[in-house]
């Protein structure tokens, strides 16, 4: 006998979900049956407060409700159309990365300690605030400060330096102090509604992986670290693509000992960031206030380097 095709249309419609684990589930950003049908059964459960028995039903009724439609790609080319770009203040960097950084993705920028991941941070923070076709998306910010480095006179000194009021970028800039990985984690997974009500159209989060490195020591705690790490960056992913924002992240770096000649320097994270990132940068020091920028890795633009100045102003060329 066939199955009886479930017509569940909203979360409560889902068997084993009530009121208050359908609550649950929003606050997390598992809003709607698309996003409970492609859940694990572990997650649900955790999320939902209900047994593994019953997270399996949900997500069977959510997967039997649901429908998988295709698109030509003449239609996604279609639709990259309304893809939005941030200026990051050098116009070569600008150029290398296609006119700048690019909604529904995620740039990595990694490299040792003062080569300008925050910096660039900083910069896109303020131009995200600028008019669209004008450098920015005209929208607010979700800083995710992992490290202590947020500084909001910086953002200020390059706010006016870009013809934009201090106090209005700063009251529309959302800052999490981060200090543990369930707080990072956390604060993306109940991001959704910040997104909706604040028109955030830029998610930075410096560091990625600071916490996770402090907290997961030693080889027995990598694998739950990564995949902790998998399931964090496949959730900014998902915010990318559902709101059309960007997200920048920066990483860390360690010295590479099997590299006996050229560069030993190499991001952490392994091939879960190294995959998910769309777009990687390689940021190093140079003379005085100069950085090198590389682009390591983008599924549409070929490999380049270019030279960023980090002046007072902000990035500059």
């Known amino acids: 006998m066939a199955k009886e095709k479930s017509t569940a249309k909203e979360l409560e419609d889902l068997p084993g979900i009530g009121p208050a684990s359908a609550e649950k589930l929003k606050a997390a950003g598992y809003d709607t049956i698309d996003k409970i049908a492609a859940s694990a059964y ?3 459960s955790e999320v939902a407060g209900i047994n593994a028995e019953a997270a ?4 069977e009724a959510a997967r039997q409700a649901t ?3 295709f698109e030509s790609g003449e239609s996604i080319l279609e639709r990259r159309k309304s893809i939005g770009k941030i200026s990051t203040g050098s116009k070569e960097l600008n150029a290398m990365l296609g ?5 529904n993705g995620i740039l990595e920028a990694y490299g040792k300690f003062a080569s300008g991941k925050s910096q660039l941070g900083f910069q896109l923070s303020v131009n995200a605030h600028l008019p669209v076709g004008k450098g920015g998306l005209a929208g607010a910010v979700l800083f995710l400060d992992t490290e202590g480095t947020f500084r909001p006179e910086r953002i200020e000194s390059i706010a006016k330096a870009s013809g934009l009021d201090p106090k ?4 529309e800039m959302f800052v999490v102090r981060c200090s543990t990985t369930e707080q990072q984690i956390l604060t993306i997974e109940r991001a959704d509604k910040l997104i909706r009500e604040n028109n955030i159209k830029l998610i930075v989060i410096d560091s990625l992986i600071s916490l996770f490195r402090s907290e ?3 080889r027995g705690a990598l694998g739950e670290r990564q995949q902790k790490l998998n399931s964090h960056i496949h959730k900014l992913q998902q915010l990318a693509d559902n709101y059309n924002l960007v997200i920048y992240i920066t990483n860390q770096v360690m010295d590479n000992p099997g590299i006996l000649f050229g560069d030993p320097t190499t991001p952490v994270g392994g091939n879960i960031i190294a995959h998910a990132a769309t777009t990687r940068l390689y940021m190093r020091k140079s003379k005085e206030d100069k950085r090198i920028v590389r682009l390591v890795d983008s599924p549409g633009l070929p490999e380049g380097e270019c030279v960023i100045k980090i002046t007072p102003d902000g990035i500059r060329d």
């Open 42 to 44: 572990s997650v649900l």
């Open 56 to 59: 399996k039903k949900a997500i």
């Open 67 to 69: 429908t998988i439609s």
């Open 99 to 103: 006119g700048g950084v690019e909604t």
């Open 168 to 171: 209005k970028v700063l009251e």
């Open 216 to 218: 997961f020591i030693g």
